[in-house]
């Protein structure tokens, strides 16, 4: 791997920057308050090419790759963590379609989607089907020339505003992960119905919410790939998922030091200012050099990716380590700031609501440690 970006990705990367800090920074506490969802903001990203990034150009897509994904998803998440998830989702969505949709859904789906004229997302999580997706009970029966879907799923990023959602349904008998497909569903299907809109901890100003599918008509030609591929085409998008999640850590990290240095250099205690004790330095020298070792995890693992090798092991543990560093981070970050970062008023009180759920979607921590072990245990 090499250790410097080309000049692409460092252009990519101060295009995202730039972008961010004048369009998303100003505005996210008050989206986040609002819960407002920033639809305008979000077209100009697709854009710039940052929904589709690691598509390629013939697709519409940025075909920019994984690291300059990486690096562009930590630019909007340091100024808009919300704003991150919906990037990350819409992303996350392309692959199964880019990977094993055949060219007519890839015209008529992942075009769009990764040009930017639409968002996605991705359907997976049910009431009882979390960390262990191959137990999930929505259905789609083959009724001949379409399927026929039932069931729900919940606290799904971005399906209130989303052009395509993939599905992952049961479309076996046995309660298998061999038994489960991917469907391409839009929201004009009938029996297609978006549900409750969750009111959550952080990220207030994405969209999650509950999915609902009532003898939904799924065409026969929105199934991707075959039948029995579902739960394969789940993992391979979520370890690509994943290394956008330790990028939108990343982000929300150093957007948690930097608060922390500014309070630290301006608030005084003891007649000096509370960055000349050792005690905040120690916390600010920790937050930098968990940012280094996360930044580094990352790339490397969508290094990999760029090249064509296997990164699952390396996903799971930027994931990991980058989502748990980011909630030490704003930990520290609000404890520099004393009372007052218990406030709304300051920014890092959103930011420590925001990192959260970092480290439970997408896979959960245990689930990531799980997967790591496994790959460890089977070289
Ligand atoms: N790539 C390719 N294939 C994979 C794979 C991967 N990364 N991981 C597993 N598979 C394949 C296995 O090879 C196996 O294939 P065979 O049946 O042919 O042998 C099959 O899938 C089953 O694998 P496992 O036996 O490992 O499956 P498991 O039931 O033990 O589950 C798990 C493993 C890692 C716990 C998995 O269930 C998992 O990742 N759970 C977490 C789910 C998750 O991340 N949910 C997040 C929802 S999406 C979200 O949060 C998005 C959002 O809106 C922000």
């Known amino acids: 791997m090499a250790f410097e970006l080309t000049q692409e990705q460092e252009m990519i990367r101060l295009m995202a920057r730039d972008f961010a800090r004048k369009e998303l920074e100003p505005y996210a506490g ?28 013939e697709y519409d897509g ?39 949709g055949n060219e007519e859904q890839k015209r008529r789906y992942l075009m769009p989607l990764a040009g930017g004229k639409m968002i996605g997302a991705f359907a997976v999580t049910e009431p009882d089907a979390g ?8 259905r789609a029966e083959d009724m001949g020339d379409y399927y026929r879907v039932n069931g729900s799923k919940v606290f799904i990023t971005n399906a209130g505003y989303a052009g395509v959602t993939i599905l992952i349904a049961r479309t076996g008998a046995e309660k298998s992960n061999r038994a489960l497909s991917a469907f391409i569903v839009t929201p004009d299907l009938p029996g297609f119905k978006v549900g409750r809109r ?31 591929l579902g739960f394969k ?16 850590s990343l982000g929300i990290a ?4 930097h608060e922390a240095v500014e309070y630290a250099k301006t608030r005084k205690q003891f007649g000096r200012n509370i960055g000349s004790f050792q005690a905040i330095q120690w916390m600010i020298a920790d937050t930098a050099a968990e940012i280094e070792a996360a930044h580094w995890l990352t790339l490397s693992a969508a290094d990999k990716k760029d090249r064509g090798e296997p990164f699952t092991r390396e996903a799971s543990i930027a994931k990991l380590f980058a989502s748990e560093m980011a909630n030490r981070a704003a930990y520290r970050a609000l404890q520099i700031h004393g009372g007052y970062g218990y406030m709304k008023e300051y920014k890092v009180e959103r930011l420590y609501r925001d990192a959260r759920v970092t480290a439970i979607y997408e896979g959960t921590s245990e689930v990531q440690r799980l997967v790591i072990a496994r790959e460890v245990m089977a070289d």
């Open 62 to 100: 940025a075909g920019a790759g994984a690291v300059s994904y990486c690096l562009a998803l930590q630019e909007i998440s340091y100024a808009c963590a919300s704003t991150g998830v919906t990037m990350s989702v819409t992303n996350l969505s392309s692959d199964p379609i880019y990977k094993y």
């Open 254 to 257: 150093r957007a948690c030091l």
């Open 198 to 228: 969750e009111d959550k901890m952080g990220l207030r100003a994405s969209n999650t919410v509950e999915l609902l599918f009532d003898d939904c008509i799924v065409p026969k030609e929105n199934l991707i790939g075959k039948e029995g």
């Open 131 to 138: 960390s262990d997706p191959g137990s999930m009970s929505s």
């Open 30 to 57: 008050k989206w986040a308050e609002e819960e407002k969802f920033p639809e305008a903001a979000i077209k100009k990203m697709g854009e710039l090419g940052l929904l589709g990034m690691m598509v390629p150009a």
């Open 233 to 248: 085409i789940a993992m391979v998008a979520l370890d690509s998922g994943r290394i956008g999640i330790a990028s939108q």
